[in-house]
């Protein structure tokens, strides 16, 4: 009876966990959508209300709840009627999904927070590329900032520093050194800086084996997506979408598949 009670009251507790961070994401995703759109266009990131981009209104509550704003309004303005970008809600649900998985994996930990320090300033980076092709290095310094914090809880501090360095490192090296090259067989520029810059970001929140596995995963979703906006719009695509949903993978998948893979030969 008693364990039937305390059962009941830990899977309700779950729930209730599950949710704050299914909020928390998409408050956060509905925020780094925000963010990226002026980082792109280069206003300030805090200051000033948000505003309809159409008709410069103020937003109230109800427009900014994450979501559900977005299915109650239908998709358009309050007040002038213009479509609201459904990459609003894809954000959104982007963001409480990431939440929700990390959770899920990790518990509430200092590293499930971390990953998704990392995953948000990656969304953010994605949204700006393909809005303007460029990756800010502000984000790239915001990310290595809150590695550094992230490292500082660890015990002990210099080899967790060190790890994620060799990360860092293990992401961004292979990529640039093959980089070198195309620019030198094709005689142009292949790949800008940003992308082997937001490599290095990534790979600091993870493992050398792991990195390596974020370059592959980023690198077959990066072609994923540039084959599927060929054929859709017949324009390149930027790669740090790919490095993003790369990570994402990586914080999820990763452990388990790197676990598998090695107990296939030891
Ligand atoms: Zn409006």
């Given at each position: 009876?008693?364990?039937q ?9 779950t729930?209730?966990i599950?949710c ?18 002026r980082?792109?266009s280069?206003?300030s990131v ?5 505003h309809c ?15 559900a704003?977005?299915?109650?309004l239908?998709?358009r ?12 809600l ?9 939440c929700?998985?990390?959770?899920l994996?990790?518990?509430v930990?200092?590293q499930?927070?971390?990953y ?18 460029l990756?800010?290095?502000?984000l790239?310094?915001m990310?290595i900032?809150a590695?550094?914090?992230?490292a500082?809880?660890?015990k ?5 520093l060190?790890r994620?360095?060799l990360?860092g490192f293990?992401?961004s090296?292979p990529?640039?050194?093959?980089v070198?090259?195309?620019?030198r067989?094709?005689g142009r520029?292949?790949?800008?800086g ?8 990534a790979?600091l ?6 990195a390596?596995?974020?370059?592959i995963?980023s ?5 994923a997506?540039?084959v ?10 930027p ?5 993003a ?5 990586t914080?999820l998948?990763g452990?388990?598949l790197?676990n598998?893979?090695?107990?296939l030969?030891?």
């Open positions: 009876m008693l364990l009670a305390l059962q009941t009251c830990s899977s309700a507790l729930a209730y599950l704050i961070a299914a909020l928390f994401g998409a408050a956060m995703g509905s925020f780094v959508n925000c963010a990226s759109a980082l792109g280069g206003e805090l200051k000033g209300r948000s981009p159409a008709c410069g209104h103020v937003l109230g509550a109800i427009d900014l709840i994450p979501v704003g977005y299915l109650l239908r998709g303005c309050r007040y002038c009627g213009a479509r609201i970008a459904p990459r609003c894809v954000t959104e649900l982007l963001g409480a999904a990431a929700v998985s990390l959770v994996c990790y518990g930990t200092l499930a927070a971390a998704a320090a990392m995953l948000f300033m990656l969304l953010a980076a994605a949204l700006v590329d393909l809005d303007t092709g990756i800010p290095d502000r790239i310094l990310g900032g590695f550094l914090v992230y500082l809880f660890q002990p501090v210099l080899p967790a060190l994620g360095l990360g293990a992401a090296v990529l640039l050194l093959f070198l090259l195309a620019d067989l094709m520029e292949t790949m800008g940003g992308d082997i810059k937001l490599f290095f970001m790979g929140y993870f493992d050398w084996q792991r390596i596995l974020l370059l995963f690198c077959l979703c990066g072609i997506f540039a599927y906006a060929k054929k859709k719009r017949g324009a390149e695509f790669f740090g979408p790919g490095i949903a790369g990570a994402f993978a914080a998948f452990a388990p790197l598998w893979y090695l107990g030969f030891f």
